[in-house]
C-alpha cells in the first residue's frame, strides 16, 4: 500500500509563495502519474494540477494556470507544487493523488486511487 505525506503548507500573505511536498513510500513511483487537488472549507474537492508518469506532460487547472507548476522528482520519490502569487481564494486543503498511467482523466479525483492526508495553506488579504 503506497503511502503518501504531503508538507509545505502555511500560514502566508497574499503575493508569497509556497512549495508544496509530497513523498511517497513503497515501490513503483515511477510508473504512476501524479496529480494535486484541493478542498476550501463547504466546497468540494477541485482539481488544482497533474503530471503524467512520464513528465513530460503537466496540466493545471484555469484558476492556477501561470501561477502554480505541478512537477516530479522521481529519485526522491517526490511530487512538487511550486505556488506563486498566492491568493486569498487558493487557501485549502491540498492534497496529492497518485493515479494509473493510463488514467486519461486527470482532472478527475475519481481517477486517482492514493491520496495523501492533507496539508492547510492559508493565504491572507
Known amino acids: 500500500q503506497m503511502r503518501l505525506v504531503e508538507s509545505g503548507g502555511g500560514l502566508v500573505q497574499a503575493g508569497a509563495s509556497l512549495r508544496l511536498s509530497c513523498v511517497a513510500s513503497?515501490?513503483?513511483?515511477?510508473?504512476?502519474?501524479w496529480g494535486w487537488f484541493r478542498q476550501a472549507p463547504g466546497k468540494e474537492r477541485e482539481f488544482v494540477a497533474a503530471?503524467?508518469?512520464?513528465?513530460?506532460?503537466?496540466y493545471e487547472a484555469d484558476s492556477v494556470k501561470g501561477r502554480f507548476t505541478i512537477s516530479r522528482e522521481d529519485s526522491k520519490n517526490t511530487v512538487y507544487l511550486q505556488m506563486e502569487s498566492l491568493k486569498p481564494e487558493d487557501t485549502a486543503v491540498y492534497y496529492c493523488?497518485?493515479?494509473?498511467?493510463?488514467?486519461?482523466?486527470?482532472?478527475?479525483?475519481?481517477?486517482?486511487?492514493?491520496w495523501g492526508q492533507g496539508t492547510q495553506v492559508t493565504v491572507s488579504s
Open positions: 503530471v503524467s508518469w512520464t513528465g513530460r506532460d503537466t
Open positions: 493523488a497518485a493515479r494509473g498511467r493510463y488514467e486519461s482523466e486527470y482532472y478527475l479525483a475519481t481517477s486517482y486511487n492514493h
Open positions: 513503497g515501490q513503483f513511483f515511477r510508473a504512476y502519474a
